[in-house]
């Protein structure tokens, strides 16, 4: 029997038709700094792309991380040509997600990547730790999502920053970019060079995402979406 799309139901031989993956495949641009941090998104929140990560996460079809991390690979080529020593650490989602989903999914997502871009295994990181008692974000504003995610997030105590490396943090979706500036927080100034993201959701106006990303948002067509962050 044909198969057909997880988000426009038409007949596909894989889990996104053409159509609906065709905004995973476009190339990804800084839309934002945080703490003077580059953000690096190739898709808005919304739509296939939506439905991608959702059923990449939350439903465990594993066919999807393809697609996703092409959606990341270009980010991390960027930096990758700029940083010889570069590694690819993944913030973690929470632990009773990990549990729940009986895998690391961001952290595999970013091993894909960082294979599509051309690293070898070992420039994966996974050195960022989360606290337990972390709440779920979704339904969070800026302010609730700042207070959740302070002290949230640690250096796992074996890895330790090394003074030669360079970073790329990998996350799914940005929201108000509270946990990617937390995650910035645990590494010395000037280590890390960029935040690769598959998908942007648009900021409310009291987030603190450096640079406004309604207008860049309006001028590719993107429409408000519900939030989300990993």
């Not at 894989?14 to 941090?37: D, K, M, N």
């Not at 010395?188 to 060079?193: C, E, F, M, N």
């Amino acid at each position: 029997l044909p198969l057909t799309c997880l988000h426009c139901r038409r007949p596909s031989r894989f889990s996104l038709c053409e159509q609906c993956v065709a905004p995973l495949r476009e190339v990804p641009r800084c839309v934002a700094h945080i703490s003077g941090v580059p953000l690096w998104v190739t898709a808005y929140y919304a739509g296939s792309v939506r439905r991608a990560i959702v059923a990449y996460k939350e439903e465990g079809i594993t066919s999807l991380r393809k697609p996703l991390s092409f959606a990341i690979a270009n980010g991390i080529a960027h930096f990758a040509q700029q940083y010889e020593d570069l590694a690819v650490v993944p913030i973690p989602s929470r632990i009773q997600a990990l549990r729940s989903r009986g895998e690391d999914a961001i952290g595999e997502l970013a091993l894909a990547g960082a294979r599509a871009a051309g690293l070898p295994p070992r420039a994966l990181q996974r050195m960022i730790h989360m606290n337990s008692l972390v709440r779920d974000q979704v339904g969070l504003g800026a302010a609730a999502r700042r207070e959740n995610m302070a002290g949230a997030l640690a250096l796992a105590p074996s890895s330790g920053a090394r003074a030669a490396t360079h970073f790329v943090l990998i996350d799914d979706v940005v929201t108000t970019g509270e946990t990617v500036r937390a995650a910035i927080a645990l590494f010395p100034p000037g280590k890390v060079v960029g935040v690769v993201a598959v998908a942007l959701v648009l900021a409310p106006p009291q987030s603190r995402l450096e640079k406004p990303v309604g207008e860049i948002a309006r001028r590719r067509g993107y429409r408000s979406s519900p939030t989300m962050e990993t």
